[in-house]
């Protein structure tokens, strides 16, 4: 199946502007493609970034039957564009489609709609140090029927929009909070698909930390709350006395991030030990009064790597590393920024060119 191609005369495009806002300023073009139960997928397309028209009864609306991913284009030194390991956000794709009981799209369809779009759309991948054309795969069920099942009808779209460079001037340390009260995802549930169900679930408890001037919510394992999870939209790991990197094995309900993925991967040949295992909160937070945590640090498309500063378990706060940046964090954050703007080498082949 082909792509058709309906582009804005080149006089009409525009380009990155000086300023943008991450989610609010969005290129000229998007994709889409329809479904219909016993056509299959059909009329894909890009075209100009436009408005989609829905009945007020679509699914989506009533019972969120919708998934998304997240991956960026890098624009090189040399005015190239790389993307970091966009089939493994295509087949996260389709794996949350499956546990929605959406259907699949083509990996490489999906893979061909990506890369025509932003190499349509190239003037928006911003030049600035640390930014990013962000890339928005998304997926709704669109059938107009109030009755509850699966839709018969779907739309996958993708939408890209500049990011600027996640923090200002170098890496800064987060505060987060670790929710006592409320929780994510449960194992059986959805927490592992790229769901925005999971999002809306998320909102109150980032409220109400926020309102104690958290900026993230650490979550805990839904059936014991006990066992740590995740971060927001990151995944997060422990460093041990400088060398040896622990992140939360997947559980069912931990989001399986690529960049987690990539760490587990890159760790090692940096000089790191990395394991994953079940990480128990008290246990966790002694080991940070102890001094035996030396860093803490989340992992996500959006921020890449994120220090974690300060962590606080029913008002009681813990300081990781004096609340600064430690070397660990740094130096990961360093080699995989390296590998997506191609000043290291990519070896493990995570790069392919737009
Ligand atoms: C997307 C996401 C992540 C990070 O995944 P990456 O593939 O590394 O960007 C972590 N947690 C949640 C809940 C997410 O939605």
Known sequence: ?????????????????????????????????????????????ISPYHTLSL????????????????????????????????????????????????PEVDEQLHMDAIKNLVSLDQKWVPEQDGSSLYIRPTMIATSPKLGLGASANYKHFIITGPAG??????????????????????????????????????????EEVAKLGYSQVLWLDAVEGRFIEEVGAMNICFVYEGKRIVTPALS???????????????????????????????????????GKITEVFGCGTAAVI????????????????NNETGSVSKHLYDELTGIQYGTREDRFGWIQKV
């Not at 502007?17 to 997928?41: A, C, I, L, N, R």
């Not at 987690?260 to 937070?285: F, H, M, N, V, W």
């Open 306 to 321: 994120s220090p974690v500063g300060k962590l606080c378990l029913k008002g009681k706060e813990y300081v990781i590393n």
């Open 165 to 206: 460079a996640y923090f200002e001037g170098g890496l800064s340390p987060i505060s987060v909070y670790v929710a006592d009260e409320y929780r994510r995802a449960v194992k059986g549930g959805v927490g592992e698909a790229k769901t925005g169900g999971n999002y809306a679930a998320s909102l109150y408890a980032s």
């Open 55 to 102: 009945d007020p009864s679509a699914a989506v609306f009533h019972y969120s039957q919708e998934i998304f991913e997240g991956l960026k284009a890098y624009r090189q030194a040399d005015g190239t564009i790389n993307l970091f390991r966009p089939e493994e956000n295509i087949k996260r794709f389709n794996r949350s489609a499956k546990r929605m009981v959406m």
């Open 252 to 290: 069912g309900s931990i989001l399986p991030g690529i960049t987690r993925d990539s760490i587990l991967k890159l760790a090692p040949a940096i000089g790191y030990e990395i394991s994953e295992s079940r990480l128990d909160i008290e246990q966790t937070l002694s080991d940070i009064e102890s």
């Open 1 to 45: 199946m082909s792509i058709e191609m309906k582009p804005l005369e080149s006089a009409e495009r525009g380009s990155c502007p000086e300023e943008f806002s991450f989610g609010g300023t969005f290129s000229d073009h998007m994709f889409t493609q329809d479904y219909v139960e016993g056509k299959g997928w059909h009329d894909a397309l």
